[in-house]
């Protein structure tokens, strides 16, 4: 037997697609999304609570699986969970300390820096 059409999306994906997913999850409980990737489309249902991944190459082939191990795969590869937020770097990680104008180095205050 060969390999699941949700495996075998598993094998190709990549760091930046499965953040997506989860990135979709934390601010989602209702409605539906689907990504289209190369070679796969994938169809989150949070109101079903499953996810599906179809063949993007014309088989009209898919295959579901419950949404909530679908997601647990993808957190499975341990990714840098910055990968896939769209942020620059100073966004993601802001400095803690600023410099003003007389060179005196501070701690950044939350917000606001000098």
Do not use: C, H
């Amino acid at each position: 037997m060969g390999v699941s059409l949700v495996e075998a999306f598993w094998l190709e994906s990549t760091p930046y697609e499965r953040r997506l997913f989860l990135d979709e999850a934390a601010g989602r409980t209702a409605g539906r999304i689907t990504f289209e990737f190369n070679m796969f489309d994938v169809t989150l249902d949070f109101d079903k609570a499953i996810a599906t991944v179809a063949d993007a190459l014309g088989d009209d082939e898919s295959e579901t699986t419950p949404l909530t191990d679908f997601l647990e795969r993808a957190t499975s590869f341990g990714d840098d969970p910055s990968i896939g937020d769209g942020l620059p770097e100073m966004q993601r990680r802001p400095p803690r300390y600023a410099v003003d104008a007389d060179g005196t180095a501070a701690p950044v205050d939350g917000d606001s820096a000098p």
